[in-house]
């Protein structure tokens, strides 16, 4: 069965017509009578908007096709793999922003008296390291890693099928400011090490 059947007969299922499936999609009208027509076949994205809405598998829905079924896993693994990154890198941030990684240096007067010594007194997670200089980028890092992990989990397991490219796409553009904002934070951190308080 062709991609066009199938999705004719799913919207007639629902008892939707081609403007409520539409919208539910967010896509033109035109774009769906194309589609049941044959005419044009639907982007990736698309494809998966649908397949979300109607709670089935974007595989299920294309052409019944040796090739067509390949690259569509193809496209679900990757799209898998990229989620799975974005997962394991803020995870990975999370995971050392609260390790004890960045020397906290300060004064340390010897037993005799006389001129303190500048020296390692212990060592401080990144969070705190950058909270220490009144700088609150280690915090918000730390959230938002833990927003880009809650929106891969969404996708992932289609928590809000309606909205699912929407989410991806505030996904990817969250985990490259995330990206930004983890260097800053270290950078930040870094330079701190070495700041001498006056005496």
């Known amino acids: 069965m062709k991609f066009q059947d199938k999705l004719k007969q799913l919207r007639t299922e629902k ?23 044959g005419v044009t076949q639907p982007t990736k994205e698309n494809l998966q908007a649908i397949a979300v809405f109607f ?17 569509s896993k193809t496209s679900i693994i990757l799209e ?17 922003a609260w390790s004890p990684i960045i020397p906290k240096k300060g004064y340390m007067y010897p037993p005799g008296g006389g001129e303190p010594d500048w020296i390692e007194l212990y060592k401080t997670d990144v969070v705190t390291a950058t909270l220490d200089m ?10 938002s890693c833990i927003v880009n992990i809650l929106l891969t989990i969404g996708i992932v397991f289609k928590i809000v099928p309606e909205k699912y ?30 700041t001498k308080p006056n005496l």
Not at 15 to 37: G, H, M, N, P
Request: net charge negative.
């Open 15 to 37: 008892d939707l017509t081609q403007e409520e499936l539409a919208k539910e999609i967010c896509v033109s009208r035109t774009l769906i009578t194309k589609y049941e027509t």
């Open 55 to 71: 709670k089935v598998e974007a595989v299920d829905l294309i052409d019944d096709d040796d090739t067509a079924i390949a690259k």
């Open 80 to 96: 898998a793999i990229a989620s799975g990154f974005i997962a394991i890198i803020n995870l990975l941030f999370i995971v050392i």
């Open 134 to 143: 009144g700088n609150p980028i280690g915090i918000i890092t730390f959230i």
């Open 165 to 194: 490219n929407k989410v991806k796409i505030t996904n990817y553009i969250l985990f490259a400011l995330n990206i930004i904002l983890v260097a800053l934070t270290f950078i930040i951190a870094v330079l701190n090490i070495d």
